[in-house]
């Protein structure tokens, strides 16, 4: 099974940047299509965004142009980044592939 870990998450304002990151374990890594989620509190869980193997990506309507994946085969990661944040952005943003699940990182946007 692979083994996602997460990092990244964090506390900013409105308007400002974060990165996440998804590191996974596993050789053929290149080969993964990762998806990141995110969980706002009593909300159900949301796909976000989609990197295909062959790097393009597809995003859900509320975050086209500002949120970005990405990811380097080379350090067997994937990127979550994240601009012009909103205040509704503000939950548990979680990465997956091969049936297997980050553990999630958290992400508050407040002033």
């Known amino acids: 099974q692979v083994q996602l870990v997460e990092s990244g998450g964090g506390l900013v304002q409105p308007g400002g940047s974060l990165r996440l990151s998804c590191a996974a374990s596993g050789s053929d890594f290149r080969f993964y299509v990762v998806k990141w989620y995110r969980q706002a509190p009593g909300k159900p869980r949301e796909l976000v965004g989609i990197?295909?193997?062959?790097?393009?990506?597809n995003y859900i309507e509320s975050v086209k142009g500002r949120f970005t994946i990405s990811r380097d085969n080379t350090k067997n990661t994937v990127y979550l980044q994240m601009s012009s944040l909103k205040p509704e952005d503000t939950a548990v943003y979680y990465c997956?592939?091969?049936?297997?699940w980050g553990q999630g990182a958290q992400v508050t946007v407040s002033s």
């Open positions: 990197i295909y193997v062959d790097n393009s990506t």
């Open positions: 997956y592939t091969r049936s297997s």
